[in-house]
């Protein structure tokens, strides 16, 4: 099966700037997560859908950062203005929809988009 | 919310030895525990995971082991490669929670020829 599909992979803007990225996760797929990693640290969940709802923004800064999944697929994750702390990489994933006791299923990642705010 | 702790921060191995990676968590309803692997500039990759309805899990040269008295988990990588090295990340998740992921900060594996 094709991969999460993320773009572009490197993006190099100046600070308050604006930004955009953009995810195509596993077909089928209802989840779809949109991660921060800084260099040296663990992913940090920003937003997570399941379809085209919302199911956690907790530590979305939406003062500058927003998010949709239009039609439960493809996914945008935008950045206005961007600040110099939010240089980092930015990965998406997806996981497929289980019930029950199989509701844990593993996430695949995309390879993730850098991006460096000069 | 869940809390995941992974120590140690850095490791590193001679080649042919074994490698061991500690989690901890803190959510006893946590019962989905998946190990990823992330070489530099790559995604990361899932390489095992468990269930807490099991205690250990192998593939290989790679197990996983799962004390939900003590809420930790451990990864073993036994005759290390220096393809092994790589950044490795734990995670936990519990049931009815939209499949939502808790990571720890990482290991850095450095497996030395």
């Known amino acids: 099966e094709a991969g999460v599909a993320q773009s572009p992979r490197y993006k190099i803007i100046e600070k308050r700037q604006s930004v955009a990225f953009w995810c195509n996760p596993i077909?089928?797929?209802?989840?779809l997560y949109w991660y921060q990693q800084i260099l040296g640290q663990g992913p940090k969940l920003l937003i997570q859908?399941?379809?085209?709802?919302?199911?956690?923004d907790s530590q979305l800064p939406k003062d500058r950062f927003s998010a949709e999944r239009l039609k439960g697929v493809d996914s945008t994750l935008k950045i206005q203005p961007a600040k110099l702390e939010d240089s980092a990489v930015y990965l998406c994933?997806?996981?497929?929809?289980?019930?029950?006791?199989?509701?844990?299923?593993?996430?695949?990642f995309g390879d993730g988009t850098r991006l460096s705010i000069l | 919310g869940e809390n995941v702790e992974q120590h140690p921060s850095t490791l590193s191995v001679q080649e042919g030895d074994s490698a061991v990676i500690k989690c901890t968590y803190s959510d006893s309803a946590s019962n989905y525990f998946p190990w990823y692997k992330q070489e530099l500039g790559k995604r990361p990759q899932l390489i095992i995971d468990?269930?807490?309805?099991?205690g250990e899990k192998k593939d290989q040269r790679i197990a996983v082991t799962l004390n939900k008295t003590a809420k930790h988990f451990s990864l073993h990588i036994t005759e290390t490669q220096p393809e092994d090295s790589a950044v490795y990340f734990c995670a936990a998740s519990r049931l009815y929670n939209f499949n939502k992921f808790y990571f720890g900060s990482g290991t850095k594996l450095n497996v030395k020829p």
């Open positions: 994933a997806s996981s497929p929809y289980r019930v029950g006791r199989l509701s844990n299923q593993p996430q695949h």
């Open positions: 077909s089928g797929h209802a989840t």
């Open positions: 859908f399941q379809n085209n709802g919302v199911v956690d």
């Open positions: 468990i269930r807490s309805n099991v």
